[in-house]
């Protein structure tokens, strides 16, 4: 299966909101759709489900244009969609009928994703007497209970406390082993890092970077040095912007070269090294570089 995104545009009004964006997915992974807040994120992911028209541009599959007949998708949209009175079971019930799964396999599939993700005891409670982390759960099976192709995460991880994302990422992880297309938008910078081989920044509707993340990550020169020792070494750091807690320096550096300078003069000294090394910038440092103002 290969997805392709060729030079897609959308207009509204005199409001260009998605300019001439292409990228691909050719395997089973995890995609990070990044941006600021109206970068056209989610117009693009609508426009992709078929539920906005694009103004031009290609949207397709396996060479095909793409719709809702020819591709089995899931979609859990950031906002919380759920019927508040409505019980747990009959809600994603509904939404499987919706989906075109008869009430067989849909009960099936239902109670295998409420005890996978420890949610049976709720079944017969209604949506709003849910905490806003097992709301999110609830929206995560309706997206991936019909067994979808291909799967959009908005924010997927909101609202849940560090027990159940952990939760979630492998349940996430274990679809992309079962050859499912992810495509993850979020603001949490190192959890899009932690999950994403290929990434994509908009910025007002335009595609800022793309590519793979390691190889975006190799290109940039090493940025951070963080030095870990028993001694206070904040004389050696006079000219250097750092931060430290408990012993533990992470210092702004322009280059190597200024990392290993600083290196030659703690030995010179003889200070005591417990960790030297040079970091790359993180994804959220990247992010900021290409969009912030």
């Known amino acids: 299966m290969k997805l392709e995104f060729k030079n897609v545009s959308k207009t509204y009004t005199d409001k260009k909101v998605v300019d001439d964006i292409s990228f691909e997915i050719t395997k089973p ?3 990070g759709f990044l941006g600021t807040n109206g970068a056209g994120k989610t117009t693009s992911i609508r426009m992709m489900l078929g539920i906005i028209k694009k103004d031009s541009g290609s949207i397709l599959l396996d060479g095909k244009e793409i719709n809702r007949k020819n591709v089995n998708f899931g979609y859990m949209p950031e906002e919380r969609g759920l019927y508040p009175k409505v019980t747990v079971y009959n809600q994603l019930m509904y939404f499987s009928l919706l989906k075109g799964i008869n009430k067989k396999d849909a009960d099936i599939s239902i109670r295998y994703w409420l005890e996978k993700l420890e949610m049976t005891e709720y079944i017969d409670m209604d949506a709003e007497k849910l905490s806003k982390g097992n709301q ?32 979630l990422k492998k349940v996430i992880l274990s679809l992309v082993k ?16 932690e999950f994403c081989s290929d990434i994509l920044i908009l910025d007002k509707g335009k595609c800022v970077l793309q590519g793979n993340l390691k190889e975006i990550k190799d290109s940039y020169d090493s940025n951070k040095l963080e030095i870990i020792t028993n001694d206070n070494i904040d004389n ?5 912007k750092y931060r430290n807690i408990d012993n533990v320096y992470l210092i702004d550096i322009e280059s190597k070269d200024e990392g290993q300078k600083i290196f030659e003069s703690l030995i010179k000294d003889k ?9 790359k910038p993180s994804l959220n440092d990247i992010f900021i570089e290409k969009v912030g103002n």
């Open 29 to 31: 992974s995890i995609f």
């Open 136 to 167: 999110q759960k609830i929206q995560f099976i309706i997206a991936v209970m019909n067994d979808p192709d291909l799967i959009v995460l908005d924010e997927p991880f909101s609202g849940l406390d560090p027990v159940n994302t952990e939760m």
């Open 271 to 279: 200070v005591e090294i417990l960790k030297y090394e040079l970091k």
């Open 178 to 193: 079962e050859g499912k297309y992810i495509i993850m938008s979020g603001h949490q910078m190192s959890q899009i890092e």
């Open 236 to 240: 050696h750091l006079k000219n250097f």
